[in-house]
């Protein structure tokens, strides 16, 4: 039986797909904008863009090193030299686009805390997300229009949201009902009330549609059809990323990394399974784009979709041995919370299910999922790091093969239509820088510092209140209601086997009888064998990630 999971989802599944993609959707191009070697947005000025420091003249030639035969014209082309993408200039249309007018997934509506405001972010405007005193899940600007203090920071109280700053209450709609400072009598001002933004709960995710101008529209809400399927079993968890989402969903859909970046995890990526892979694209919107790709020795293949503005499917559809309908899905949602920061929705779903789904915990794969974004997270970082202080187009940075890089290019390519109506974006030919610098969040140093945030006022975890960006606790357990459950439970039965350790050692010294020492002894190390097995899963649920380097 095939086995389910992250890697395997994502990389591929050696069984045979039955799609039928729409076919290819162009529309006549028009030429964008030209200043020198690039190509600049109207309204963005080409002062600020860096003339790169190598010309394509100085190119650096090599043989490759090729693990996998290929065969006919494949074998062909790169012996001609064809294994780079086009990277010729297109025209290029601007699609009409405006990033507010589109539906963005905030929280899995299970994670949802029923007892306090979570703050969220799309871009840089910050969000608070709630449940009200009916369960109704309401979204608003997070400040306070008192003093601008962060409502996330405050608390629920008869399903209203109150500031901790000053005690003002505001009900579902924004409307602030109760400011404990007004005289007697007194009427609350009008003005004191909140932005609202209309939220909606669809197949399990909270959805945000960001503009306040325009009325929402139902049809944008993005609907997934597999994950209407009752026989779909899936494992879902939200993921918090030190790196810009459109970095994140080029990671996401370049299949060729998997095997290197992820060698040995999960038990099905493997480092020499690296090879050419092969891309057809199947359609082109102002949406998005899809197509097939697959192994150039297998016959299966995948069929991936992006559209607009982050979501990512890779499915795989197949007959079984008794003919019945198969589905592997991997669905990926990526919010933008900030220049350098993503938060990831991923959703993997199958109707074959692994005996090690029925035997392993939940938790277990939300952390394996955790350990397989650790392997990239440092690549990403660097990655983004570079984009930013380069400011140039990817074209004039990225080195994209056809047989690893399609998905890549086109992806960058579709921001080059639609970047003119993002906050800021690096297209394939084009780039708009932030307007405003990233705001970094540091954390508190020094001793007096590191007490305090070890005992917060709203409680916490001891020292990992202390927010670090590279830690598993900070980027998934918190999100994560089950984790966070298991994480407590599993500290909680850490101290009582301490306690019981230490009462059975007392007893084993006090007790006279040989049997009884015996017996009372083997009982602490029972004990402590339990101290230590809380111990390793509080520290896989809590890790700061290293990378072990496999030496050949």
């Not at 929280?107 to 805390?113: F, G, R, T």
Request: proline share 6%; aromatic share 10%; net charge neutral.
């Amino acid at each position: 039986m095939a086995s389910f999971s992250p890697l395997t989802t994502h990389l591929s599944l050696k069984t045979t797909i039955f799609l039928s993609p729409p076919q290819l959707n162009t529309t006549p191009l028009s030429p964008p904008q030209t200043t020198q070697n690039h190509l600049v947005k109207p309204g963005f000025t080409a002062s600020s863009i860096i003339k790169p420091p190598f010309s394509k003249d100085h190119i650096c030639y090599a043989v490759a090193d090729v693990g996998h035969g290929v065969s006919g014209e494949r074998k062909e082309e790169r012996e001609n030299g064809a294994v780079l993408l086009d990277d010729k200039v297109e025209e290029e249309e601007v699609a009409e686009y405006n990033w507010k007018e589109e539906w963005y997934p905030l929280y899995l509506s299970k994670d949802v805390p029923d007892d306090a405001p979570l703050g969220l972010t799309v871009f840089d405007h910050q969000l608070v997300l709630y449940r009200d005193g009916n369960g109704i899940l309401r979204c608003h600007e997070d400040r306070c229009p008192h003093r601008l203090a962060k409502l996330s920071e405050g608390q629920l109280v008869d399903g209203r949201l109150e500031c901790l700053y000053h005690g003002w209450q505001f009900e579902g709609e924004g409307e602030c009902v109760k400011i404990p400072q007004l005289p007697a009598g007194a009427k609350i001002p009008r003005a004191a009330c909140v932005k609202c933004y209309e939220v909606r709960d669809s197949q399990g995710v909270v959805w945000v549609w960001m503009s306040d101008k325009e009325i929402a529209n139902p049809k944008k809400l993005p609907w997934f059809e597999h994950y209407d399927n009752p026989d779909l079993q899936e494992v879902s968890a939200i993921h918090e990323l030190p790196y810009d989402h459109s970095i994140l969903l080029e990671n996401l859909m370049d299949p060729a990394h998997v095997p290197i970046s992820h060698d040995r995890t999960d038990w099905t990526a493997k480092r020499e399974d690296a090879q050419a892979l092969w891309f057809k694209v199947m359609e082109r919107t102002p949406r998005g784009f899809a197509g097939e790709w697959g192994k150039e020795k297998d016959l299966t293949s995948n069929f991936l979709r992006f559209e607009a503005p982050c979501v990512l499917q890779n499915n795989r559809e197949f007959a079984d041995k008794k003919g019945n309908k198969q589905i592997f899905s991997a669905l990926f949602l990526c919010r933008p919370a900030g220049q350098g920061k993503s938060m990831l929705i991923v959703r993997f779903g199958a109707t074959i299910r692994s005996p090690l789904m029925k035997i392993l915990p939940q938790w277990y794969f939300h952390q394996n999922a955790c350990k397989v974004f650790e392997q990239d997270m440092g690549f990403l970082s660097s990655q983004n790091e570079v984009l930013n202080k380069d400011k140039l187009p990817t074209k004039k940075l990225y080195i994209n093969l056809k047989s690893s890089d399609t998905w890549v290019a086109e992806y960058r390519k579709w921001m080059d239509k639609v970047g003119h109506g993002m906050p800021y974006y690096f297209g394939h030919q084009t780039l708009a820088l932030p307007e405003r610098p990233a705001l970094v969040e540091h954390a508190p140093a020094g001793l007096v510092a590191g007490i305090a945030a070890s005992s917060p006022t709203k409680g916490g975890l001891g020292s990992l209140h202390v927010y670090n960006p590279t830690n598993r606790y900070f980027r998934h357990v918190i999100h994560c209601k089950g984790c966070r459950g298991v994480l407590g439970a599993f500290q909680s039965w850490k101290k009582a086997f301490v306690i019981l350790a230490l009462a059975s050692a007392s007893l084993a010294i006090l007790a006279s009888g040989r049997q009884w020492k015996a017996l009372l002894l083997f009982s602490t190390s029972m004990f402590l064998m339990g101290v230590y097995g809380c111990s390793k899963v509080v520290s896989v649920l809590t890790t700061d990630f290293i990378r072990q380097h496999r030496r050949a």
